[in-house]
């Protein structure tokens, strides 16, 4: 290799060493990550959330400009414990956004999260019953993407291998959205659900709500109807569809939901008709879920009636390798009791 050549390629590589540094530099002056952590904490913020990074934000451009976010955290101000850990997560960014335009999300992914439950019913019970001003639907033009996810409670695994793909959310669009996961027993579960969203004066509507899910191959869940958020707890939906079970036959189901006032909390109603089955009860949601989560605890009662009110007859139930036969339930707000009768049969237990 001659002197001359060497010499060239020492200033070729001098070249695109300084290249690369300028591009880095610009890529880093473009995207600006700082603006989007304030831009995401800022949003966390209005909802009594605390959202911090482990490190800052790292930005790329190939293949597409991005924001990469490594330990992710996600706390309900004043709360100890996180709702979210999440290992890693990026932001994908339109092109306009590095040259000055919106500042704009176009897919969101967040890979191995952790999500408490009991954090997380935590930071819903402290929201008010109420909301002021108009809701707003967060324009996401590509979707979101969650993926090895799991969901615990009390330190106790609900759900793993947890996914979620969601594609563009803008309003007035059809928004399809995909969630599998496998629970504690290993046996897998998936949910699909479309809606169109859009605001219609002071709420967020959903309309033409298509609702599917399964659990293996012995239980699925078709729903279909619509709902409307204001904020809160102010919330409505009504859904009607049918419930097929492999050892129990087909059932008409409707869910309805009506949203809490100054006197009243967030009710669900719920019927079930079926072969031998009748199920109608009207249940507070948000009390329900304290009423479960206080079951597995040590320190609290053993066994108290769930809240709400209504009535289940059952021909033949199955739990927990307990086999019931003419199974009939009442439940009363004011007492909270509920009763068991048995069918003219001695109840078969197995």
Do not use: C
């Not at 020492?10 to 995207?31: E, K, M, P, Q």
């Not at 800022?42 to 400009?65: E, I, M, Y």
């Not at 997560?89 to 439950?117: H, K, M, N, Q, Y």
């Not at 959310?169 to 059809?174: F, I, K, Q, T, V």
């Amino acid at each position: 290799m001659t002197r001359r050549l060497r010499l060239f390629l020492i200033g070729l590589a001098g070249v695109l060493l300084a290249g690369l540094l300028v591009l880095l530099v610009t890529v880093y002056l473009l995207l600006q990550p700082q603006r989007f952590t304030v831009l995401l904490q800022s949003q966390a913020a209005k909802a009594g959330l605390d959202l911090s990074l482990a490190s800052p934000a790292t930005p790329t451009l190939f293949p597409r400009p991005a924001l990469e976010l490594e330990g992710l955290t996600l706390t309900a101000q004043g709360a100890s414990m996180p709702i979210l850990l999440a290992a890693r997560g990026r932001l994908a960014l339109p092109w306009r956004t590095l040259f000055g335009g919106p500042t704009a999300i176009s897919r969101l992914e967040i890979d191995a999260p952790r999500v408490d439950l009991d954090a997380l019913q935590a930071w819903l019970s402290s929201l008010p019953s109420g909301s002021s001003g108009t809701p707003a639907i967060p324009r996401i033009d590509t979707g979101v993407r969650i993926a090895r996810g799991t969901l615990v409670r009390s330190n106790h695994l609900l759900l793993r291998d947890f996914a979620l793909d969601a594609g563009s959310l803008l309003s007035g669009e059809p928004f399809p959205l995909l969630v599998s996961a496998k629970d504690a027993a290993g046996i897998p579960m998936q949910l699909r659900l479309t809606a169109t969203p859009r605001i219609e004066g002071s709420a967020l509507r959903l309309d033409d709500v298509d609702l599917e899910l399964t659990r293996g191959a012995m239980l699925s869940v078709r729903l279909a109807g619509e709902a409307h958020w204001h904020g809160a707890a102010d919330a409505a939906a009504t859904l009607a569809g049918s419930l097929e079970e492999v050892d129990a036959g087909h059932y008409e189901v409707s869910v309805r939901l009506t949203p809490a006032n100054q006197n009243d909390p967030l009710l669900l109603a719920l019927k079930l008709d079926g072969p031998g089955n009748h199920v109608d009860l009207r249940l507070p949601p948000l009390a329900l879920a304290r009423w479960w989560s206080r079951l597995g605890d040590p320190e609290g009662p053993r066994l108290s009636a769930p809240p709400g009110a209504g009535s289940v007859q059952a021909a033949a139930l199955d739990a927990a390798g307990v086999h019931v036969e003419g199974l009939q339930l009442e439940l009363t707000p004011a007492a909270a009791a509920s009763t068991a009768a048995p069918s003219r049969n001695a109840p078969d237990t197995r």
